[in-house]
T-cell receptor, first 108, second 117 residues
Framework: GIQVEQSPPDLILQEGANSTLRCNFS?????LQWFHQNPWGQLINLFY???GTKQNGRLSATTVATERYSLLYISSSQTTDSGVYFC??????????FGPGTSLSVIP | NAGVMQNPRHLVRRRGQEARLRCSPM?????VYWYRQLPEEGLKFMVY????????ESGMPKERFSAEFPKEGPSILRIQQVVRGDSAAYFC???????????????FGDGTRLSIL
């Protein structure tokens, strides 16, 4: 089955810093989503981005489907950005495959 | 426009008891997916259901776990004779169309955190 990797596994940022999270996948995908799981465990959908670039406030994402990767950019990070960021892809008709996540801690 | 609703948010059970987790999909969605997140891990697919049908249960443990999505009412994930290893967060997602060829994302609920004493 498809393999999904994320890097880095852990990241510590000073408040105000920028960062880039990466998601690599081993096969063609129909859909790709980025999620933020906050410290309370809630999953928040950030982007649905099977290809191209999208922006939402301080966050933006780019997926290059032909090269099988996606990037999530966080600018001017805030402590509320802390949590785990998951990349999730689906290739077949019935399931979404999640990456292992990047754990982000933003310190004041 | 309510999202995917899961209840309870937290559930505590003793070993050997039964756990029932409920999921009401978004309005107009007839496809439901269950995922399990073990501590410090990502989410893993368990089962995909449409109304009254199990489409794919390849991620479900072979014993003690079952799922249903009746014609009326929420989807239920049932765990019989729970053990400590069942402690996890269980997430439900729904979508408006079934794959393949769907371009609609799955919408996730807030999860049920199951703790086994």
């Amino acid at each position: 089955g498809i393999q999904v990797e994320q890097s880095p596994p852990d990241l510590i940022l000073q408040e105000g810093a920028n960062s880039t999270l990466r998601c690599n996948f081993s096969d063609s995908v129909n859909n790709l989503q980025w999620f933020h799981q906050n410290p309370w465990g809630q999953l928040i959908n950030l982007f649905y981005i099977p290809s191209g670039t999208k922006q939402n406030g301080r966050l933006s994402a780019t997926t290059v489907a032909t090269e099988r990767y996606s990037l999530l950019y966080i600018s001017s990070s805030q402590t509320t950005d802390s949590g785990v960021y998951f990349c999730a892809v689906d290739t077949s008709y019935d399931k979404v495959i999640f990456g292992p996540g990047t754990s982000l801690s933003v310190i004041p | 426009n309510a999202g995917v609703m899961q209840n309870p948010r937290h559930l505590v059970r003793r070993r050997g008891q039964e756990a029932r987790l409920r999921c009401s999909p978004m309005k107009g969605h007839s496809h439901v997916y269950w995922y399990r997140q073990l501590p410090e891990e990502g989410l893993k697919f368990m089962v995909y259901l449409q109304k009254e049908n199990i489409i794919d249960e390849s991620g479900m443990p072979k014993e003690r776990f079952s799922a249903e999505f009746p014609k009326e009412g929420p989807s239920i994930l049932r765990i019989q004779q729970v053990v400590r290893g069942d402690s996890a967060a269980y997430f439900c997602a729904s979508s408006s169309t079934g794959q393949p060829y769907s371009n609609q994302p799955q919408h996730f609920g807030d999860g049920t955190r199951l703790s086994i004493l």
